[in-house]
């Protein structure tokens, strides 16, 4: 499971589609495959808890990316706690 990763320049916008973070977007990295996250964790902004999200069907792709995706949809699937 991959956590939040706002500094790695061959990434992806993540698009949370639904539950507690519907709405929101993070900026992710791929796996060394070259694949977006299976699943990713974000941590909540108060307390000792990270929310999963599954990867979902939904991809976009811009003009100029090639061929790997520049967002893709997660599903909400459950809360962790500490």
Known sequence: MACMDTTQ??????????GPLEGKTI?????????????????A???DKRFSYARA????????AGERPTAVEY???ETLFN
């Open 9 to 18: 320049a061959r990434g992806y916008t993540a698009k949370l589609i639904d």
């Open 27 to 43: 900026s992710t990295s791929f796996l060394e495959s070259g694949d977006p996250q299976p699943l990713i964790e974000i941590p």
């Open 75 to 77: 599903r909400y699937r």
């Open 57 to 64: 069907g939904g991809l976009e792709f811009a003009g100029d």
């Open 45 to 47: 902004e108060a307390g």
